[in-house]
Every structure is written in C-alpha cells, then in structure tokens.
C-alpha cells in the first residue's frame, strides 16, 4: 500500500527520540497502542513506521514518518489532519515536510491558471507583476472604489482587498465589489491597462461561493482567500467549481511555523489550487527569515508533477525603495506587493503607483 | 461605537512593549500607517487601541488592545480573522483572551444542548458522561461496528468515531454510519441502555451536510467536528442548519498554544455550538498543563450570558485508574474519555466498559 514519507522536527533528549518518533507514527495514523490492535492489515498497511531519525541540531531531530496514504481520503483537510491533526497540539513537534505521491498531486491538480495563465491575463511578459491592497477596514465602498481607481490609473497587475475586508456592514461585499470593480473597468477604459481586481472572499463555504457568484457577475476573475480560516477543503472545493477563478492565497492564521512555512505557503496551498501565494517577507514587520521566505518561493514554483507553477507574493510592509532588492532576490516570476507604503502617498497614490509599476516592469529589461 | 478587548501575551524587551502593542493593535485592524489614513470615521471607530500593558513575567507582557465588533462582520471566521489572523505568524505574539461582548454571545448563541441537554439523551443525571472511540483506522465498517456493538453492550453513553475516520476507501462513511449506528441500536435495544453514535465528519461543507443528513437518516443525533480543519464558519453553519445534532468539538490543527486553548477550546468553540469540547488532558500523551486544563472545563461551562454550557471531555491517553482523579478534578458535568486504553481489553471490551461505566456512575453517590 502506498505511503507518503513525512518529515517531523522534534525537540527532544537523544534517549527518548526513539520513542517520540514510535509515537508521532501512531498518533498519526491509528492513535491507539498497537499491541491492542489484532487486525493484520491494519497493522502491515495503516499503522505509521518512523523509518529515519536524524540529528540536526542540539536535541532538535528530523524525523520521517511513512504514513499510508489511504488514510487521507482524497480530501485536503483529511490530508492536513492525518499530516499534523492530533500532532499540533505538541509544543514540541512541528510538520517540515511532505512527500508529493504522483496519485496525491494528480488528485488535487494545483493551481488552474498558474504563473503563466496571470501573465497573460494581464500582457505580463519577462517581468514580476504588481499588487496592492484596498485598505483601511472601515471606508464605504466609495471610499474603496476611490482607490482602486487610482491604483488602477497608476497601471497595477492587481489590487486585491486588504484580507480584514469581509462582509461588514460599513462595507457589504456586494456594494463593495460593485463599486470596486466598477472603479477599475472605468480605469482599465481610459488607460489601456489590465488592472484586476481581487475581491476578499469569506465567510462559511454558501457565503463564499455567493461572493464568487456575484464577483463573477462583475466580471471578476481573481479572488484573495485564507485557507487557513475557511478551511483547505472549502478552498479547494473552490477552486473545483470556479475554473475561471484565479485564487490568491493569504496566510491568515496559518501560525507562527509549527507547520513550516514553505510546506503550508508553498506546496501545500499550491497543491489545493493557490495560484499565488502571499507571505511575510523578511525584513518587513513579520519575522520570517530570507532562507524561510526564499524555500517558500521555491516550493511554490519548482518542478512538481504537472502542476502549475504558483506565483509567489511578498508582503507584509514592503516599500518602493526594495523592488530592486526584491527582485535580486526573488527572480521576475514574482508578485510584489506593496499596500501600506503606497497608500501613504495619498494625493500622489497615482503617480506613486506608475513609479512603482514602472520599476518593475523595466528591471529585468536593463 | 462598540469595542472588543482582546489580551495578547507578547515576549519583548522593555524599551520595546509600547511599540509592539501599538502596532498589534494596528495589525488586527486597518493594517497600514495610521499616518496615512484620513478617514475620521476610521481614526475614531476602527483603528485598534492599545489600552493596557503589563508585564506578567521576564520579557513577557499582556497587551489589551481594544478592537471594533463592527469589524468582525457576524461571522466566526471574520471574527478569528480580526482576533489572530496576521497575528498568528508572529513567533513573539499569543491570542490569551478575548471579552464578549452580549452582541456577539447572541449572535453566535453557543451549543444548542448543552449539558442538561446531553444528561437528558442519556438520561443521566447527576453523573459524569462516558465516552470511547472507534479505532484503529484502517477497519473496515463491520470491524469498526464490531467494537461499538461491544462499547454499546457495556452501556457507555457516547461512541464516537476517531478523529482521523474520514471518508476513506477501507471505510466509507456512509457505509461505516450505516454499520456502527445499526450495531448501536441494536445492543440499545438488547440492553435498554442509551447509547449514542457519534460519526466524525469531515470534508468541505458541503459533503459534511451530506454526512449528517445520512446520518440522521440512520438515527444518528450526535457528530464529532474538527472545527479547525473545516473552518469555524462552516461548523457554525451547521450548527445552526441541524439544531437536532449535538455537537463534539475535536481540537485537531488547533496548535501548540499560540491561541491559548482556554479561548481557542473552552470559550469559542462553545460560543460557535460545540456542545462537548475535547482537548488533550494533562498527564496523558500530551503536555497541557493542569491548569491549561482545568481554565478550558471552566470556560467552557461558566455563566456566560444565555449560552448553555459545554461539556469538557479531557482526552488523549486517559486510563480507567484515572477516573477517580478525573472526577475529583473536573466534577461530574465533564465526559471521561477513554480510548485506546479501554480497547486494549480485546475479548473482555465488553466488562472493561462496563467497570469504566460503573465506575463514573457510582463516584458521586458515595
């Protein structure tokens, strides 16, 4: 039967790591002692095996677990619990890793549109594409609309609501995205630009499914969503019966990294369908570190079966003055997204953007 | 307008705390440079507060940061979201606690039995409640429907499938519900006892309503819900869309303790509809402290505007030999949950659940 291979790190003395591993391989897979346990199959194809044990700091072990993959049930939220349910509650343990099966990556088949689908939504070629954010919490839809528009005359890729935005009344989703939207076609209209607006959806899996609906209507086709609050299951859902849909996933609740960040934020939200992926970046007001940031990008585009590739997005206080930096760093198939620091510029939020849109579409052309 | 006061433990330096605080209470509302908002409706009504800090330990500090209802928009989700969304990527942050406030406690309105309504299905007054687990994971529904007919026999109030019985191939839902709950009333009807089956469901919302419907269509009353992998809005959902189901809140992806499981395990989930809320016990296999445990039964059971209380089913590795410990800890209005332990008994489950029924029946009547 197949199994899928699981990294664990594990805090721990050398005398008890042995141990340990035997029981995070039975927490997570039959959670009960496996002496009481007489079926054979059970025992040969569902009880989890500790097959490695490496030491990879002072009393800090990677541990590898083969979990059957029956047991995950071709749902992402049965997957995400048999990989670290039970085993979250440890203080002391946290999921580093996961191995892919080809049957697991068919099953979920990633993202739909993928870092090539948004280029050409948006006549992106050979450069990284540019973000914002409508915020504060607490504008009407006018006030919102307002700065979509600017944004959108200043030449943005996309301008995706701040993801506090949900369906308050000073800002129902449906006022606020008729107006929003509408703000950016006018935009779009007058400039020859390809702004896309990303509405914030939320809410219990009927309440976002009106949203996407209803955004649709509007002629919306990117969306922002925290997998994390609405569960990968109703992400993923979707993600299935929006195709036409492009989801940008934000790291909301996600926690510090008791699940590695590059496993959540990278494989694993491009697994259920992320067509970007938005996280913390280093030396902003989060506290991820550039080899964290850099593994997230990674796992986000590498070579993975035949899923698409999933555009990384930066953020979290990022400023005009680090697109070059940024871009160093990251490569072109990259999403910046700077929200804060633009809308600081307030009267000048247009001219602001241009600039900002205009650094980074010449970068890589230098 | 109408304020939240939300306690946030957050490890700093001295010279630093009064920064910090200011800027978590920025990061749960309105996310960018207050500079730069203009809004004064948002100035006054929205931008979070930073009303109180103290400092609780070495470098440790609890920040009170008062945060506006209106952002929370009446949905479970929303209201995490603007509690520890961002937050929550923080190393240096905790969620400890957030006040009620009428408003919220009525609109989310809590279990919809609680514990009288539980003692009633049973009819079991004045004692505490009795519940095992179907495992291991990999049985097939006849296996599985073996052990409940057994657990059943022995006369314990509550069965409820392991947390990780999905949907799989080796045990669909549907036909294990079919199995188990057949076996269950059949022994009922053998021994005039009134045990109750408790199917895990599992999966997006809209397999999950799927789940019940079958379930209830079986008889079936009670289910046991991840609301950390479904999402909090979407077990809200269906608590309110089958008010005959009770409840059991299982605590898996819940985290270490970046959201103190007091809030996370007693308060809220009660407050969305848990009627029962498991949480790993101290003392078992994980590493809740005694105290963490005992401040989960008392959130989850104290006076709480018309919200009924919740039972607390400490869990996780508990023994019979415990019980009177359990008991004298937790006092009856709580539900033994003994696993595993009462599984290893093989041939004799039936009288090891019979001597575990007894042994919490007889404890208060001494």
């Known amino acids: ?5 699981v990294t664990y790190r594990v805090r721990s003395d050398a005398a008890a790591i042995g141990a340990r591993a035997a029981a995070i391989a039975v927490e997570q897979s039959v959670e009960m002692p496996v002496t009481a346990i007489s079926d054979e199959t059970v025992l040969k194809d569902i009880v989890g095996e500790a097959i490695g044990i490496r030491e990879t700091g002072s009393g800090v072990y990677d541990v590898n677990i083969a979990l059957s993959t029956a ?6 939220g049965q997957l995400l619990n048999m990989l670290f349910g039970n085993s979250s509650l440890q203080e002391t343990v946290r999921l580093v890793d996961a191995e892919l099966s080809d049957a697991t990556i068919g099953l979920f088949g990633g993202p739909r549109h993928g ?18 954010a409508l915020k504060p919490q607490g504008l009407s839809p ?22 506090g935005l949900a369906d308050q009344a000073y800002s129902p989703f449906a006022g606020r995205v008729e107006a929003c939207a509408g703000a950016v076609r006018r935009a779009n209209r007058e400039t020859g630009f390809r702004t896309h607006y990303a509405p914030n959806i939320s809410g219990d899996l009927d309440a976002m499914r009106e949203q996407l609906s209803l955004a649709a209507a509007e002629g919306v086709d990117t969306a ?10 109703n992400f993923h859902r979707l993600v299935k019966d929006f195709p036409a849909i492009a989801f940008i996933a934000h790291p909301a609740m996600a926690g510090p990294s008791h699940i590695a960040p590059p496993l959540l934020l990278g494989k694993l939200f491009r697994l259920f369908g992320a067509d970007v992926t938005v996280y913390p970046n280093y030396g902003g007001r989060f506290s991820y ?18 899923l698409k590739p999933c555009l990384p997005a930066p953020a979290g206080g990022m400023t005009l003055d680090r697109v070059p930096e940024l871009l160093d760093f990251y490569g072109k198939d990259t999403m910046l997204l700077i929200g804060g620091s633009l809308l600081a510029a307030k009267d000048r939020l247009r001219q602001e953007t241009s600039a900002f849109v205009s650094r980074a579409a010449s970068y890589f052309q230098g």
């Open 289 to 306: 570190s550039k080899e964290t940031c850099l593994r997230i990008a990674e796992e986000a585009r590498r070579p993975c079966g035949n």
């Open 115 to 132: 870092i090539e689908g948004l280029r050409r939504r948006c006549g992106a070629a050979g450069r990284a594409l540019t973000c914002s």
């Open 71 to 76: 047991t995950m049930g071709n749902d992402p």
């Open 224 to 233: 922002l969503i925290e997998p994390m609050i609405c569960g990968v299951s």
């Open 1 to 5: 039967m197949p199994r899928m291979i």
């Open 142 to 163: 006018a006030g919102l609309a307002d700065i979509a528009y600017e944004l959108a005359l200043g030449g943005i890729d996309f301008i995706k609501d701040d993801h």
